[in-house]
């Protein structure tokens, strides 16, 4: 059984600080990692994904994430927030590829302050 | 493109009552996800078909939910019949292939 755990629930930051979202995963085999972003009202977009190479990768509007297979993490950071990145931020895992089967972890909200 | 619709985007129901939600994938995609989103629970995967076929059907949610894809381009999920603690968002997700998956807007359903 694979989990995900994202273990801050809440995170509150000022516009232009920068931010890091955690999340640790569990399991044994190759595996696919994501994040998604969910503003509110909305259907989760998708952020950025892992699965081989670099472990840094870089998603869309300027967040990045580190894979860490000693750390069994994947946290995602953005280097300078603005105020529209308030939303719930989702870490999945998948077992088989970036799509198939995503079991997600419980979410952080972001709240960006003016 | 467009991408995942989903109808309607809020339904209101009587404890018993029947009700069908509907999604359009992207088009092209041959995998197709329905989610259950509620806040003690999180997101909770209900069925998944690749073209057309059924996956996986929840374990937790056979009893009452039934997910159908009669073509490859629409699905429906069937609550029946509804209780209070069905409230919750349904996302419906697709993708091609097994790669991102890209969800709809979500119908919020609220069971009294």
């Known amino acids: 059984t694979q989990t995900v755990s994202q273990s801050d629930a809440h995170v509150t930051v000022f516009e232009g600080d920068s931010v890091e979202l955690r999340c640790n995963y569990s399991?044994?085999?190759?595996?696919?990692l994501s994040w998604y972003i969910q503003h509110h009202g909305r259907g989760l977009q998708f952020l950025l994904k892992?699965?081989?190479?670099?472990?840094v990768v870089q998603g869309v509007n300027g967040f990045e994430a580190e894979f860490s297979k000693s750390d069994s993490s994947f946290h995602l950071r953005k280097a300078s927030v603005h105020w529209s990145d308030s939303a719930v931020y989702f870490c999945a895992v998948s077992h088989n590829n970036a799509g198939a089967k995503l079991t997600f972890g419980g979410g952080t909200r972001l709240t960006v302050r003016p | 493109d467009a991408g995942v619709t989903q109808t309607p985007r809020h339904e209101v129901a009587e404890k018993g009552q029947t009700i069908i939600l509907k999604c359009e994938p992207v088009s092209g995609h041959n995998d197709l996800f329905w989610y259950r989103q509620t806040k003690i629970q999180g997101l909770e995967l209900l069925s998944y078909f690749r073209s057309k076929s059924l996956m996986e059907d929840g374990g937790a949610f056979k009893d009452r939910f039934k997910a159908e894809m009669l073509n490859s381009s629409f699905s429906t999920l069937k609550i029946q019949p509804t209780e209070p603690k069905d409230s919750a968002v349904y996302l419906c997700?697709?993708?091609?292939?097994?790669?991102?998956?890209?969800f709809g807007p979500g119908t919020r359903l609220l069971v009294l």
């Open positions: 997700a697709s993708s091609f292939g097994g790669d991102t998956q890209y």
């Open positions: 399991y044994g085999g190759s595996i696919y």
């Open positions: 892992y699965y081989s190479g670099n472990p």
